[in-house]
């Protein structure tokens, strides 16, 4: 795109690429970093999340070096942990693993924690983290069977999307909703903008979707 920097987001998540497109914003390219997201032993949750989101933002801005037309690119990384008290839930692929992570999180509170890494393109780190807490209603267990039973929950921190079914679940929410979905709008947004990315320039022929 002509009239802006370039931008490249580190991430393959349909939903991170559809939060910026929400906010008017078209990556130039898709970098997702195959990294090990498996938390160390005795790591908390907030330093898991900004851990992993500096580890994707790094091996993106590897692969950017090497290509010439996206080389001194804005890059974006996140990455959202669910966590109930100290102990972080997995992203579950597994049946077992999201009827566990249902059952933890029924009738309860649990905080959604997002860090995000921007490289600017003088290559400067610079790395938010937002939090936010959710109670769930109690989950029986025809819930808990019928929504696995959706497939919804394949490969989300927790196991659920709260843009979903899941979203019905929600008894109180405290902070970022976007931030839940995987990217804090808000957050992102000012950080890009602070370090000089024009966040409007896509805003003129957006149409509601």
């Not at 005795?42 to 091996?59: I, V």
């Not at 019928?146 to 929950?153: L, N, R, V």
């Amino acid at each position: 795109m002509l009239g802006r920097p370039k931008f490249v987001l580190a991430s393959g998540s349909p939903r991170r690429l559809s939060l910026l497109n929400q906010a008017g914003i078209e990556p130039d390219a898709l970098r997702p970093a195959d990294v090990d997201e498996t938390p160390k032993r005795g790591e908390l949750p907030r330093a898991c999340a900004n851990r992993l989101a500096r580890a994707k933002a790094d091996a993106a801005l590897k692969s950017v070096q090497l290509d010439d037309e996206l080389r001194g690119a804005f890059i974006l990384s996140a990455d959202t942990v669910v966590a109930v008290g100290r102990r972080i839930l997995p992203k579950a692929n597994l049946v077992d693993e999201a009827a566990q992570c249902l059952r933890l999180l029924s009738g309860r509170n649990h905080r959604v924690y997002t860090a995000i890494t921007l490289v600017t393109p003088r290559e400067a780190f610079r790395q938010r983290l937002v939090e936010t807490r959710v109670r769930f209603k109690r989950l029986s267990e025809d819930d808990i069977q019928a929504y696995i039973g959706s497939g919804e929950w394949r490969g989300k921190a927790g196991g659920y999307a709260v843009q979903g079914i899941a979203g019905s679940f929600v008894v109180k929410m405290v902070g970022s909703y976007s931030n839940v979905v995987g990217l804090p709008l808000y957050e992102t947004t000012t950080l890009l903008g602070g370090e000089g990315f024009p966040i409007r320039f896509g805003w003129l022929n957006a149409t509601a979707v």
